[in-house]
Every structure is written in C-alpha cells, then in structure tokens.
C-alpha cells in the first residue's frame, strides 16, 4: 500500500512538470506569430520585436543560472511556484501594454520567471525518476516543451484572429495561475532520492543534505565530461538555430513553381510540422539510450554520436532536393491545400523522398536531446545537477541564437546572381557541418563519461555510509 501511494506520487510529480513545462513553453511560442499585430498597434518596427524575442529567450537562459544554485542550495518547490507565479503575471501585464518600452519591459521579466522552470524542473525529475528509465522519460519532458511551443504559436493564431492580440496572453496567463496550483500538491523528492547508490542513507531515515557551494561553480564546468556536453549543446543547437527558416525554405520553392505567397505560407506551415514528425521517436532512443548504458556506461554517448553522424547527410539531402511539381491547388484555402498535399506526399517520388528523409532526419536529432539530459544527470551529483544543466543550457541558447542570427548574415553574403530558393539551400546546407563537431564531442564524451559516473556514485556511496 504505501509502495503503491510513492509510485503515485511520482507519477503525479513527472505528470505536473510535464503538463506544466508545456504551458510555461507555450509562452515562448505565442509571442513570434503576433509581432505584426503588436507591431502594428503599437506602432513599432516588426524587428524591433524580434529583439524583445531575443533579449527574452536570453534572459530565459541566463536566469536559470541563478535559480538552478538556488535550487541545488536548498527547497526546490517554494523557488518553482515563486518563478511560475512571475512569468503569470509578466505575461498578464504584457496584455496591458500601453507602448514598446513597457512591452519590452513585462517581456524581461516574463524571461526571468520561465527560467526557473527548466532548471528546476530538470532537478526535481531527475530525483524522480528511476534511472533504468531516465533517458526514456526525459524524452517525454522534452516533447512537452516541444508541443508547449508549438500550441502557443498556434493558440496566438487562432485566438488573435477573432479577438486581438491581446487577449492570447490574457487566456495564457489565466491558464498558468490556474495550473501552478497543481505544484502545492507535489511532493518534492529529496536530492539523490531516485540513485540505488543512496538507498543505504534514504533506508535509515535520512535525507540527503549536501548542498551547492559556489566555488564548486568551477569545478563544475571544468569537469571533463560537462565540458564536452557544453560544447556538444552549443553546435548542435548552432545547426537547430537556423532550421527555423525551412519553412521560409519552403516557401521559396513552392513560390518558384508559381504559386501565390498566400497557398505557399500555408503549404510551408503543413510541411513544417508534417516533416519533423520523426521527433516523435524521442521516446525510443531514450529507450535505447537506457540500454545502451545498462550494458556499458560508455553506451549512450556512443549511441548518441553515431546518430548525431546520421543526422548531418539526411538534413542536407533534405534540404537539397528540388521540388518540380505540385499538384495541390492554388487556392488559399487551408483544407484544400493540406488534402493536395497529402496526395503530393504519397504520389510525387520527389516529395516522398523528402518526407522519408526528413522524418528519418528529425528521429534521429530527436536522440540528443533525452540522452543528453540522462547524462548530464549521470556525470554530476545530486546537488550539482540543477547548475551544471542551467549552464550548459545558457551556452545551448547561444548556440541557438547564434545559429538563427547566423543564417541572416549568410544569406545577406551569398551573391545576389544565386536566386531563391538555391540561396537558402546553400545556407541551410552549410550549417548543418555543426552536427559533425556535436558528434565528436560524443565520442569525446566516451572516453570521460564512464570515470565521472563512477567517481559520482562511488562518493554517493560514501556519504551514505557515513551516515
């Protein structure tokens, strides 16, 4: 009986953060499709709404430092519904904007509050889950951010349509401050509480009470295998930064067999989503990532480098196929255009060849990011685990940004005698290269990883011996 009441207060933990973690995404997601609407009413330039994105997903990153030392110094569930209730707010506020300098203002502090949820979301799962199953589950909190963006864009658009732009933030910000209250019916687990390492001290009655020193910050980052996960974080998002253009992409090639602007964004839109539908294999190599480890804790990094290999050839020849024609309508009209798709896919040899390399090119990417986070988990201690992830994340944001800016630069040098769309394949293609350094720092990862994990759990044993 009391077996059975544990397990179900862990699954009603991973359930909050993960329907949470969406919500708190869907935040990032519904401010970019309003930016002409804003722009607009506001009367600002539509880039200089592209900056208070930027400024905000910075501050997202660079904030989560701050609250994942927090976090590993002491309570976790106080500092989360702290953070939750910030970003409710914020967000509320930004509905209210009255001029630029305000909106940019509420967007900052928005940021600040939505970086405690990643940081601290991954310390508290990463105590919650059993390890055998960790790189599986992950996947699953990972997918949650990934549908919490995706619906937040799709919930501006639909909501701001019939109501304006400012109601999506109103029914977010309501949506948040009712959920955070799911968060007081959690029950925070103690640091280390899901390693079999400190069974012996949780068996005796006893918590787990080391905490974060900030000069420990250094040895942090400086240990071997964090550092190869830094750097790994920071390429491979270099290259994901810059696949947000694929449907701008898209669009230039359907616009090149003739079709008007409006069938192409909507065209783009469906094959946007339709075409990184292999994301959805995350689970499985997070699976296979378990495994991998349990016969060799050199195994999931391995795992995870020949995949992330694999991804480099399929994403370029994605990109790189020309698509000479199309028979959906040029119509305009959504449904139309998604049923002439849907025969385009399954009829024109050029389209099928790029949906089977495009869903093979997203499923395996969709292994870094599960296999990632199991081992920043495995690498680190218990009371490290919330920084060390906030600081390679910070640095991940980086790349991301970097990658996205980037991609302008390289298109504004491509030569103005290379017409669209072969301008954006060469970009595109070009940073995909990223993929091979992240690659390497996986085998890298091989020859550090199983010294770190071992040097983690032989000191776990220790401690709970001395107790």
Same mark, same amino acid.
């Given at each position: 009986m009391?077996?059975n ?10 359930s ?48 989560s430092v ?20 910030i970003w ?11 001029n ?7 967007q900052?502090?928005?940021?600040i ?31 949650a ?7 937040g864009?799709?919930?501006?658009s ?45 068996s ?11 000069s420990?910050?250094?040895d942090?980052?400086?240990k ?24 701008t ?21 469906y ?8 994301g ?7 699976? /296979?990532?378990?495994r ?6 050199r195994?999931?990094a ?12 399929l ?42 390399l495009? /869903? ?8 870094n990011?599960p ?15 919330a ?6 994340? /910070?640095?991940?944001?980086i790349?991301?940004s970097?990658?996205?800016?980037l ?7 491509i ?8 301008n ?15 690659g390497?720092c996986?085998l ?8 770190d ?11 709970a011996?001395?107790?």
């Amino acid at each position: 009986m009391i077996q059975n009441k544990q397990k179900f207060k862990m699954i009603y933990t991973i359930s909050v953060f993960m329907i949470l973690s969406a919500l708190n995404n869907a935040v990032i997601g519904l401010f970019p499709p309003l930016f002409s609407s804003i722009a607009e009413d506001l009367n600002a330039h539509i880039s200089s709404l592209g900056l208070v994105s930027s400024i905000n997903l910075f501050v997202t990153s660079a904030s989560s430092v701050l609250w994942a030392y927090l976090a590993d110094k002491g309570k976790r569930k106080k500092l989360i519904i702290t953070g939750s209730l910030i970003w409710a707010v914020s967000v509320f506020l930004t509905a209210y904007s009255k001029n630029y300098i305000q909106l940019a203002m509420f967007q900052v502090l928005t940021g600040i509050g939505l970086g405690c949820v990643g940081s601290i979301g991954f310390s508290i799962l990463t105590d919650s889950i059993p390890k055998q199953y960790r790189g599986m589950l992950m996947s699953f909190w990972g997918g949650a951010q990934g549908f919490g963006i995706t619906s937040g864009g799709m919930m501006a658009s639909l909501i701001s349509a019939s109501y304006g732009w400012r109601v999506p933030f109103i029914v977010l910000a309501a949506l948040g401050s009712v959920l955070i209250v799911l968060y007081f019916f959690i029950k925070e687990p103690e640091k280390g509480a899901a390693e079999p390492e400190l069974k012996a001290l949780t068996s005796k009655g006893y918590g787990y009470d080391y905490t974060i020193e900030l000069s420990q910050i250094h040895d942090i980052v400086n240990k071997k295998s964090n550092m190869w996960l830094i750097w790994q974080g920071f390429f491979v998002n270099i290259s994901a930064g810059t696949l947000i253009w694929l449907p701008t992409l898209y669009i230039s090639k359907i616009t090149a067999l003739g079709y008007s602007s409006s069938t192409a964004i909507i065209a783009s839109g469906y094959l946007y989503s339709l075409l990184q539908a292999g994301g959805s294999m995350s689970a499985y190599f997070g699976y /296979l990532g378990d495994r991998a480890q349990k016969r060799n804790l050199r195994g999931r990094a391995f795992l995870t480098s020949l995949l992330t290999f694999a991804a480099f050839p399929l994403y370029v020849s994605m990109i790189i196929i020309p698509i000479k024609k199309l028979s959906m309508p040029d119509s305009g009209h959504p449904t139309s255009i998604l049923s002439g798709l849907f025969v385009d896919l399954i009829t024109n040899p050029q389209m099928i060849l790029m949906l089977i390399l495009a /869903l093979a090119a997203s499923a395996v990417q969709s292994a870094n990011s599960p296999n990632w986070l199991a081992m920043i988990t495995d690498v680190n201690l218990p009371e490290h685990r919330a920084t060390a992830f906030s600081i390679a994340n /910070l640095v991940s944001g980086i790349g991301r940004s970097l990658g996205n800016g980037l991609m302008g630069l390289i298109l504004k040098i491509i030569p103005e005698s290379i017409p669209e769309p072969t301008n954006y394949v060469i970009a595109l293609s070009l940073f995909q290269v990223f993929l091979l350094p992240a690659g390497s720092c996986y085998l890298a990862l091989c020859k550090t990883s199983k010294k770190d994990i071992l040097s983690a759990r032989s000191l776990m044993r220790k401690r709970a011996i001395k107790k």
